[in-house]
Structures are given as C-alpha cells and as structure tokens.
C-alpha cells in the first residue's frame, strides 16, 4: 500500500517562510507528476504547484515567484519551498502523486499539513 506523508506546515508571520516535504512509501516502481494543492475554509481544493518527471513545473499564478517546487526521486519525495508567505497563503495543504505500485498506476493523496499565516 502507498502511503504519502506530509510534514513542515506551521504558524508562520507574513514574509517568512516555510518548507513543506512529502515522502511516498511502500513498494513503488515508479513516479510520474508530483504536485502540491491547497484548500481553505469554505473554499474548494486548488492547485498550487506540479513537477513532472521530467522536472518540468507549473504554478497557480497567486505563487509564481514565492514558491518552489523540487523532488527527490531517490528519497521518493516532493517539496514546497515557501517564501514571501501571505495571509491568504494559510491553508490546508496536500501533496499528490501518480504512483505507479504493484497494482498499477494510482494517484495517491497525502492527510495535509495545516499552514497559518498570521498579519
């Protein structure tokens, strides 16, 4: 079974910083596009960032420029470099794989992490 475990949320003034991880386990053969969504109170679930395998990335607009998405495929693993944090930043945020296991190719979800942006 693929397990995706996210850490590194927290309560963060605006203009810091924070770095977001989430590691795949279990028995994996393979990892096609690795990304980053987000949901806040009383709003649907959005796309903050993507990575392919290739490395190629995209951006939900509202980040481009404060946010960097990375991987580390020996570690199985995907990130979220924060910076320049906002308010509107604060969010429940989610990390997404398309992993391929011994049952075949499935797109797996992390629990989230809570980020807190305080003014």
């Known amino acids: 079974q693929v397990q995706l475990v996210e850490s590194g949320g927290g309560l963060v003034q605006a203009g810091g910083s924070l770095r977001l991880s989430c590691g795949a386990s279990g028995i994996i053969f393979g990892i096609r596009a690795m990304g980053w969504y987000r949901q806040a109170p009383g709003k649907q679930r959005e796309l903050v960032a993507i990575?392919?395998?290739?490395?190629?990335?995209n951006y939900a607009h509202s980040v481009k420029g404060r946010f960097t998405i990375s991987r580390d495929d020996a570690k199985n693993t995907v990130y979220l470099q924060m910076n320049g944090l906002k308010p509107e930043d604060t969010a429940i945020y989610y990390c997404?794989?398309?992993?391929?296991?011994?049952?075949?190719?499935?797109?797996?979800w992390g629990q989230g992490t809570q980020v807190t942006v305080s003014s």
């Open positions: 990575i392919t395998s290739t490395g190629t990335t």
């Open positions: 997404n794989a398309d992993v391929q296991s011994r049952r075949g190719w499935g797109t797996f």
